[in-house]
């Protein structure tokens, strides 16, 4: 059973900064791309930012400059690094894997953890 457990939200005021972990853990043979997702109250779910297996990175857009996602493919593990935050950065955020299982492979999604930039 495959597992994505996330930490680092929480309250941070506009233009400060926040590290996000999610670590994964299960019967996991190799990842194919660990990364973050955001969901703000009323709005559909969106790519903040993945990580390859090969060190690709796809960023959006809006987050471009200030938040940089990286991973340790030794622990498991992906983090985001989000800088000069902005109240619109207020959301939650989702850790998103996909993994190879020994048998099989799928999309992964941690519980989610808030993040909210105010003064």
């Known amino acids: 059973q495959v597992q994505l457990v996330e930490s680092g939200g929480g309250l941070v005021q506009p233009g400060g900064s926040l590290r996000l972990s999610c670590a994964a853990s299960?019967?996991?043979?190799?990842?194919?791309?660990m990364g973050w997702y955001r969901q703000a109250p009323g709005k559909q779910r969106e790519l903040v930012a993945t990580v390859a297996s090969d060190g690709r990175i796809d960023n959006a857009e809006s987050v471009k400059g200030r938040f940089t996602a990286s991973m340790d493919n030794a622990k498991q593990t992906v983090y985001l690094q989000m800088n000069s935050l902005k109240p619109e950065d207020t959301a939650v955020y989702y850790c998103?894997?996909?993994?190879?299982?020994?048998?099989?492979?799928?999309?992964?999604w941690g519980q989610g953890t808030q993040v909210t930039v105010s003064s």
């Open positions: 998103y894997a996909h993994l190879y299982e020994y048998s099989s492979s799928g999309d992964y």
């Open positions: 299960g019967s996991i043979l190799a990842i194919n791309r």
